[in-house]
C-alpha cells in the first residue's frame, strides 16, 4: 500500500501521529526519505520519531576505530535529519547480531559521541531494547544526559529470559518512546495488544507515569489474521485504548 495511503488510515482510524523508518521506499514506487515527514505533516499526523536502520550497529563496538567512526558519522546524519525535519525522537539499536559486548569502553564512547551531537542539535536518543538489556542499563547509567534515554519494546522485552517490564519499571523517567505490541512468550512476535502473554498491568501504570507525550504501537501482525487494513488499524486502535483504561 502506498505510504500516503498508509497515512491517511493512520489519521482517520483516530491516531494522533506516527513514526517512520528512516530509508528511500521503493515499493509500489520510489520515495525518498527526506520527502516523507512532510507527507506525514500532511496526512494530518505528529511525526514523533524515526527509527534509524540497524544493519552496522554492532560497529559501535568495534576494536576497529575507522569502522566505529564510519557507523557514528552514519548516525550523525540521522540526527541532523531530525533536527532538520524537527522530529523530536531518533530511535535506535546498540547493536545488531551480537548480544554479548566485551568491548564495553568502546561502545560508551562511540555513543557518548552521538548524545553530544545530539545535544548540539536538540534530538532526543532512544536506545531499544533488544536482547541485551545490560547494554541499556550500562549506556543510561553512564550517561546522564537527556538527550538520551529508553524505547521500550514490549514484545522484545516477554521473550523467555528477558526482563518482563523490569527494564521499564527502572528506566521509566527516561522513557522517550515506545514499540508496544504483544506475543506468546516465547517468539517476537510483534501481535496487536491483548492478543497474547504481555502483562499490560505492569506495564501501563509506568508509561503513564513517565513524561511520554505519544504511545506508540510496533506492529506487524496480529493473533487471528485480518487482512483488511480498515479493520486492522481499527483492532488496534481499539485494544490499545482498552489496556490504556484498564488502569483508571
Known amino acids: 500500500m502506498p505510504l500516503q495511503e498508509r497515512l491517511t488510515l493512520i489519521k482517520d482510524t483516530g491516531f494522533d501521529a506516527t513514526c517512520l523508518w528512516w530509508e528511500d521506499e521503493v515499493y509500489p514506487k520510489t520515495i525518498l526519505v527526506d520527502h516523507m515527514p512532510a507527507m506525514v505533516k500532511d496526512a ?32 550523525y546524519s540521522y540526527i541532523e535529519a531530525c533536527a532538520k525535519h524537527e522530529i523530536p525522537h531518533m530511535i535506535m539499536h546498540v547493536n545488531d547480531e551480537n548480544p554479548v559486548i566485551e568491548s564495553t569502553e568502546l561502545g560508551l564512547d562511540s555513543m557518548i559521541h552521538l548524545v553530544r551531537r545530539a545535544e548540539e542539535y536538540g534530538v532526543k536518543l532512544a536506545i531499544e531494547n533488544t536482547l541485551n538489556n545490560d547494554i541499556i542499563h550500562m549506556l543510561l547509567s553512564e550517561i546522564p544526559s537527556q538527550n538520551l534515554g529508553l524505547c521500550y519494546d ?62 506508540t504501537m510496533e506492529l506487524l501482525s496480529s493473533k487471528i489474521k485480518i487482512e483488511d487494513p480498515k479493520k486492522y488499524l481499527k483492532t488496534a486502535h481499539k485494544s490499545l485504548e482498552q489496556i490504556l483504561n484498564m488502569n483508571d
Open 44 to 75: 494530518g499526523l505528529f511525526l514523533d520519531n524515526i527509527h534509524c536502520p540497524y544493519m552496522g550497529a554492532d560497529r559501535f563496538w568495534s576494536e576497529s576505530k575507522s569502522a566505529r567512526q564510519r557507523e557514528i558519522d552514519t548516525y
Open 154 to 215: 514490549s514484545s522484545h522485552d516477554w521473550i523467555q529470559g528477558q526482563s518482563c517490564g523490569d527494564l521499564l519499571e527502572k528506566w521509566k523517567k527516561r522513557l522517550y518512546c515506545t514499540h508496544l505490541s504483544d506475543n506468546n512468550g516465547k517468539e517476537d512476535k510483534h501481535w496487536i495488544p491483548g492478543d497474547g502473554e504481555v502483562s499490560w498491568e505492569k506495564i501501563i501504570p509506568n508509561i503513564i507515569d513517565s513524561q511520554i507525550n505519544f504511545i
